[in-house]
Structure formats: C-alpha cells, structure tokens
C-alpha cells in the first residue's frame, strides 16, 4: 500500500540549501562556538558547570568520577558525544590551558607536553572558587532558565558570572563565516578596570589599558609588542600579540654557558617545540646551537647548549625566536554574542560594559528576589505575633472550630498566608522565648527590607554595592595569591636583532642548475656546466649559477614577476633535481628567463619582449612569499624578457630581432619600483611586432666601447657613433660579423 503525503511544497533547491545552511550556521554561531559577553563561556562549559552544582560537587566537597559528571551533561543538557564533553571539561581543568581553572581535577589530565587525560572512569573532579564565582546567585532568579532539550529539566540560558571570565580566561572558536579568539587576561587588573569603568563610564580604551596592559597567559612568557599596537588592538577588537619564552642564562665552568628556558609561550606543545628544534638542527639551520635538552619536572626547564662559548645568547635566541615557537603570535578576536545573543566584535570598553549591565541587572534580580522572600517572611512573622498576642483565643478556635483557617481570617483580619502558617506551627514554637526572637527577627528583616528598597529606588547605591563586589573579587583572586600573580611580563618591542641569513645556514659554494622544462638542482662546489650535466629525455641546461647556500636567488619570470628562493632550499644530491613550481607558485604559463643572486643595493634594468622596461632596485624585488612580488606590468600578450644588472656601466646597447642596434645612455631610463616602464627601442608593431621585438640588452661603460663574445673570443668596437642615439629610436642594422643568435653574450 502507497502511503499519501499531503504536504508538499514546491521550493527552489538553491533557496531550500540556503535556508537549512543558515539554520545550521546560527547554530554553531550560537550553541557551539562562540562565547557570551556575560559569562564567557560556550553552552557545553555552561552545561558542565551546572551539572557539577546540581551534583553538589562545589570545592569543600569531595570529587566524583568524571564519568558520572559527563553522563549527566549529555544525559540531560547537552545531546552531544561523551569524548567532546570530557575534552572540554577536561581544558577547563588544566592550569597550562586555562588561566584561572573551573573545575579542579583529581588524577591524570594531560601536560604541557600534549599527552592527553586518562579516561574519564580514572578521573574525578569538582568546582573551584572561580566557577562558584560565576554562579553566585543562581537560585535567587538572578538569571533566565530555558528547558532543556527533552523538556524534563531547566538550565541557566547564562550565568550570575560575579567573576569577569570573558577576558579572565579568554575563549577560542571557529563558527561558520566567523570566529572568535581572545586570550587570557589577569582577574586582578580587569577588576581595576571594571571600578574605574564605574566611576567614569566616558573613559575611554586608552585609559583602561592603564589598568590592563595586556594579556596575562597561563604559561607566563614575555610580551614583547609594541604599546602603539595593543592600543589599537583592544580599540579595534582584532590585533595580535608577540609572545616569547622566558629563558636566562646560566653560566658554567671554563668560561662555558647554557640557556635555559622556564616558560613557553601560551598553547605551545612542549615535546613538539624540542622536535621542531631538533629538526632545524638536523637540517643545519642552526649553526649556532650545539643540543637541547629537556630537564623538565613539574615546571619547565629547556637547557639549550651553544656550539662554543663564543656564541653571543641574544643572537642564538634570536635565531630561535625567528624559526621556533619559542616566539608566537597570537591573534585577538574579540567576537562574542552580546546581551542579545548577537555575534559582534567588541573592543576593550563594550566587553567589560555589558559585563557591568549584565552584573547590575543580575544585582537587581537577586534583590528583588530578596526583597520578595523578606516580604512573605514578614508577613508570616506578622500573623505569628498577632498570634502571641492572642494566644489563648487561637488555641480556643483552633480546637473548637470547624473551619479554623477562616475564623482565625476573620476574627484577627489574617490573610491566608498567615492563617495557614499559625494553623502549621508547633506546639513547641509557642513558648515566651520564641516570641522574642520573632520580634528580633522581624526587627532584622524589616531593616534589611528598607535597605532593598533604596538599592532598588537609587542606581547610584546599586552602582556603588556593584563596585564593591567587584572589588571583593579583585581581592580573593588578586596578585597576591598564588593563583592571580600576573605571570607574563612585558619586554621592549625593539629588542629583536637584525640577524643575518648567513647566521642560520651553513655558508658553502653551489652550482645551480635550471633545465628548459623548469626542473632545478645545486650541485656541490662551484663546477662548470657542461655537456657531462645529465637531464631527463627532452630536456636540457636553461640557465646556470654560482652562488652560495646563504644567498637570496633572484628569479625573473615572463609573467613580470620576481621571486626569491634562498640558496640552501634548492634541492641538492644526484638526479635531476626538483620541479621549481614545487617551490614557487609560478603558474603554468610563465617561464623564468632570468636568475641571479641578489645584491643588496644593486640595481636591474629590465624589459618586456615589447622593448618597454626600467631600472629598478634590487631591494625592492625580494619576494617574501611563494607568489612573488609583481614588478614589471605588462599588457595582454607580453611577455618579461630581460634582466640586466643596471650598476654595470652608463650605457645601453638594445638589440632588435630585426637585428637593429640601438646604444644610448643608462640615464634616460628612469628608476621606478614597478610598472610598465618607458620604451628602449622602437619597432614596427601593428599588433604582432613584425620586427620580433626585443632581442638582447647590455649595460656597459661607454669608454670601453661596445663588445661582444664569439666563438673566436671577444670582439670590441671603439667606434660606436653610428648607432648612437636618443632612446626610443628604432636604431642602425648590427655591425658586420656579430653574431646571428642575436645574443652579446654577457649575462650582465
């Protein structure tokens, strides 16, 4: 039998995929990856914090098993797989992970090193102060509470949060077209800044980084960026932040050292930074450094052996910073959901400013709620007087009438709180002494009733009880305990050093070899190519170079672009080498035509096959990435063709396929540090260039006259003044003899 559906739409398969993926991106951006403002945490940290209170498990209490902690959560709040809960609560355990840790753990849970937590049935847990901080107040309808995801059950949609966990310990996450990464902050600090906030709302970012000047990591480490740059990161809400390794030097016997490093930056891998080390030292870029050592216990000790005792410290740790994670940088994001549950990037000010709303809000709640329970309490107190006053009558209608809850109304005008609670007393509560302490009672809570009232009537007695409980935070979690010492310190931002390549690499001479197929080699030593260099079937020699493993190679391409590759990445050994797009993103339709070593103030002339060129700076074509940089602009069609070395003379010779000549001056080709440049020769072109265009270039000293190779030796005319002439000419046919490939046959 068919079975009949009746609902069935037409929807477009483009509008249906983008309605489910929105639906799917709010909620990863909402339920998974992004903080609140408020409490800083993420749904999965929410749930698990909650279950350990409704588990009583607060920090007087023993520990449990983390598996019935992780069984609750996903068994109640949170639908999820067990290993993602037990990961997060295991993070929010780890001292190195987190700067003022949740929840407190019993057992194995992880290093430094990377080595992950024992199972879950191993480990126990339970709250720490911080966490019962963050949900101070969370039976006194401080906060919203939504169902649960079966209905069964009620969870906090956020937390009281009296702690600033947001900036305190920071928050990292990867949503759907957006993310979050803000590092740890010192509690002490941020709470200054929260007092400050409250007595001048108008200060502005500056004046808070007076009281928070930056990031204080777990791992402690140095920061080492410029004041300029964490201003206009907390401003903006995006920024980064420089951090090294804490290290000294410790000095020995003999006049000999050794560097020892006690923190690491934030998130580094221990065992992984000592491979990464020890893998530079295998490939020989680090010169300097003869071993490491890890002579780590609980705290971290990285002992690192200089070659000899000449090494200066400042440079091998310079070498270090630049090649290892012994210096990182970490981005700052400070992406969050506000009040609202909206995504925004916040800067310094916002973030703590909805903390603060959110605290007085929270304030209010909690002494609404008090003022409420106070009321009832009153009353009952009220109608428990009424009662001793009138004692015997009460006992009389209690005994002797049908419906006592209405006499006792009706008679002492008792509202049915009241009644009820007289008719539910005890015998017990009825002696004289219990009357004075009902009225000692009443005395106190009518006290603090008209106390709640003024809080509630006047924000500026709210605002001043709100200052002074973050300032009892700033107190238990203060740079004077243990726990809230500011760990990482500042350093100068200029204190790297200039460090030359040839520091990092093995200096020794090379031959690189470049075949026509783009296939490229160093041979060791300097050797002469010859017919003896072997290349794969169909190929063969394109160009070749001598230069040393510390040099930056220039490579000119037909797409107009340099790009730089230093000599000791060039593959070395038997065989024919490596691709060299497996080292540039040269893309496919470009060829290099020219390769040089760099020298530092130099200058290039360079052209198009068009004959349209310029000199240009050498310091200005390194390329720093695998794209290159783009110096010579070309139109559709061209193509890069020449590259000369610039400082070699005052004169140009342009030689035309048309095998015309043209010599002028150097000085009318202008400098520029890119662009399409200005014509050298001129050429018949009605699109096609039917005189082939640009042939060859030589920069050479006029004095010397004009020469060039042939297989006889080189040749050298001293009259050159019949192909003298302004740039742009289109110049006189070659001198008799010169060579048909067209070539002079200098590479500079």
């Known amino acids: 039998m068919t079975k009949t559906v009746e609902d069935v739409r037409d929807v477009q398969l483009g509008e249906a995929l983008g309605d489910r993926y929105l639906a799917y991106a709010l909620s990863t951006i909402v339920s998974r990856s992004l903080p609140d403002v408020r409490d800083g945490l ?7 914090l909650y279950a350990m209170r409704q588990l009583k498990l607060d920090p007087a209490s023993g520990f449990k098993k983390c598996a019935r902690v992780v069984g609750d959560v996903i068994g109640k709040y949170h639908p999820h797989g067990d290993s993602a809960v037990y990961e997060a609560l295991v993070r929010l355990a780890q001292d190195f992970a987190v700067r003022y840790p949740l929840i407190e753990g019993q057992g194995n849970f992880g290093n430094i090193d990377g080595d992950n937590a024992a199972a879950m049935r191993y480990t126990e847990s339970r709250l720490t102060e911080v966490a019962q901080a963050l ?12 169902k649960t995801y079966d209905g069964e059950d009620e969870e906090p949609i956020v937390l009281p949060a009296a702690f600033p966990n947001l900036l305190a310990n920071g928050a990292a996450g990867i949503a759907v077209g957006m993310a979050t990464n803000i590092p740890p902050h010192n509690a002490a600090e941020l709470c200054d800044a929260l007092r400050h906030l409250i007595a001048r709302p108008e200060a502005t970012v500056a004046e808070l980084l007076q009281f928070v000047p930056g990031p204080d990591f777990p791992t402690g480490g140095i920061l080492v960026e410029d004041p300029l740059a964490i201003r206009e990161a907390y401003e903006t809400g995006r920024g980064g932040f420089r951090l090294r390794a804490r290290w000294a030097k410790e000095t020995l016997s003999h006049g000999l050292y050794q560097i020892v490093v006690t923190e690491i930056p934030y998130q580094v891998q221990k065992s992984k930074l000592i491979e990464r080390v020890a893998e530079l030292m295998a490939q020989k870029k680090l010169p300097l450094l003869a071993d490491i050592r890890d002579e780590s216990t609980e705290d971290v000790r990285l002992v690192l052996e200089p070659r000899n005792r000449t090494v200066d410290a400042e440079l091998l740790m310079e070498q270090l910073f630049r090649l290892s994670e012994l210096e990182i940088r970490f981005s700052l994001n400070m992406n969050v959901l506000d009040a609202a549950g909206i995504p925004a990037v916040l800067d310094l000010k916002q973030v703590l400013k909805q903390f603060l709303d959110h605290r007085h809000e929270v304030l209010e709640r909690r002494s609404r709620h008090r003022l409420a329970k106070i009321r009832h309490r009153l009353e ?4 428990f007087l009424i009662c001793f006053l009138n004692l015997d009558e009460v006992i009389r209608i209690i005994r002797e009438d ?11 005008k008792l509202t049915e709180v009241q009644a009820e609670a007289i008719l539910n007393m005890r015998l017990r509560s009825l002696r004289r002494l219990e009357e004075m302490q009902l009225r ?3 005395a106190g809570l009518s006290g603090e009733a008209a106390d709640l009232e003024a809080l509630l009537a006047d924000p500026a007695l709210r605002w001043r009880k709100l200052d002074a409980e973050i300032a009892d935070i700033g107190t238990r979690f203060g740079k004077s305990t243990a726990l809230g010492r500011r760990r990482t310190d500042f350093g100068e931002a200029g204190e790297r050093i200039d460090v030359p390549v040839e520091a990092f690499i093995e200096k020794e001479p090379i031959s690189i070899v470049l075949s026509q197929k783009g296939w490229i080699r160093a041979l060791k030593g300097h050797v002469e190519i010859n017919g003896e260099t072997k290349f794969k079937d169909g190929d063969d020699l394109a160009l070749t170079l001598q230069a040393q493993t510390t040099d930056k190679i220039l490579f000119f391409a037909t797409n107009g672009r340099f790009y730089t590759l230093v000599g000791d990445r060039i593959p070395r050994g038997r065989g024919f080498g490596e691709p060299l797009r497996l080292h540039l993103d040269l893309p496919n339709d470009a060829e290099i035509v020219a390769m040089r070593v760099y020298r530092p103030g130099g200058k290039l002339l360079i052209a198009s096959a068009s004959a349209y060129g310029f000199v240009v700076a050498e310091d200005a074509v390194v390329a720093q990435t695998r794209t290159g940089k783009q110096i010579l602009n070309l139109n559709d069609g061209e193509t890069a063709a020449l590259c000369r070395a610039a400082d070699a003379g005052d004169t140009v010779a342009s030689l035309g396929q048309n095998r015309r000549l043209l010599i002028f001056t150097l000085a009318e080709i202008p400098e ?16 096609l260039f039917r005189d082939g265009g640009l042939a060859d270039l030589r920069v050479y000293p006029g004095a010397n006259g004009l020469q060039w190779k042939t297989e006889a030796g080189v040749r050298t005319i001293a009259d050159v003044a019949p192909w003298l002439g302004k740039r742009a000419q289109v110049g006189r046919p070659v001198p008799t003899g010169f060579p048909r490939n067209l070539r002079f046959g200098f590479e500079d």
């Open 42 to 48: 993420k749904p999965v940290h929410r749930r698990l």
């Open 135 to 146: 949900m101070d107040g969370l039976d006194e309808d401080s906060v919203d509470f939504r």
């Open 380 to 383: 009952i107190l009220d109608g």
């Open 402 to 412: 049908d419906d006592p809850k209405a006499s006792l109304m009706a008679t002492f």
């Open 440 to 442: 000692t009672e009443h």
């Open 672 to 687: 520029m540090a890119r662009g399409r440049g200005v014509i050298l020769q001129k050429f018949k072109n009605d699109g």
